[in-house]
């Protein structure tokens, strides 16, 4: 069963930058669409980015759009969140995930389509 450990969070100024990132316990990572969520404290759980497994195309939350990039180094089982301009209303523990279906040519947003999920990582952004 793959695991996924995300990494690269932490406190940071309005307007600041962080990479995340999701490491993969197994090369079969490499077969499957990964999305990025968040959940702030008193919501639920939202959507922010997706890349199919070839990292051919993404897709984004429009909160998101134009500030964060999501990219993957499947030679390394590793998935990537770019996130600039942060804003405080980005705080939120951060998770990556899988998506079910292998080769997938569709993102999705919903996340009952994904079946593997990391730990999640801690961004906070606050003066």
């Known amino acids: 069963q793959v695991q996924l450990f995300e990494s690269g969070g932490g406190l940071v100024h309005p307007g600041g930058s962080l990479r995340l990132s999701c490491a993969a316990s197994?090369?079969?990572?490499?077969?499957?669409?990964m999305g990025w969520f968040r959940h702030a404290p008193g919501t639920s759980r939202e959507f922010v980015s997706a890349?199919?497994?070839?990292?051919?195309?993404?897709l984004y939350a429009d909160a998101v759009k134009g500030r964060f990039t999501t990219t993957r180094d499947n030679s390394q089982n590793m998935v990537f969140l770019q996130t600039n301009s942060l804003k405080p209303e980005d705080t939120a523990v951060y998770y990556c995930?899988?998506?079910?279906?292998?080769?997938?040519?569709?993102?999705?947003?919903?996340?009952?389509?994904?079946?593997?999920w990391g730990q999640g990582t801690l961004v906070t952004v606050s003066t």
């Open positions: 890349i199919t497994w070839s990292g051919g195309r993404t």
């Open positions: 995930a899988q998506e079910k279906a292998p080769k997938s040519v569709y993102l999705t947003t919903i996340p009952s389509s994904y079946d593997h």
């Open positions: 197994e090369r079969t990572t490499s077969h499957y669409a």
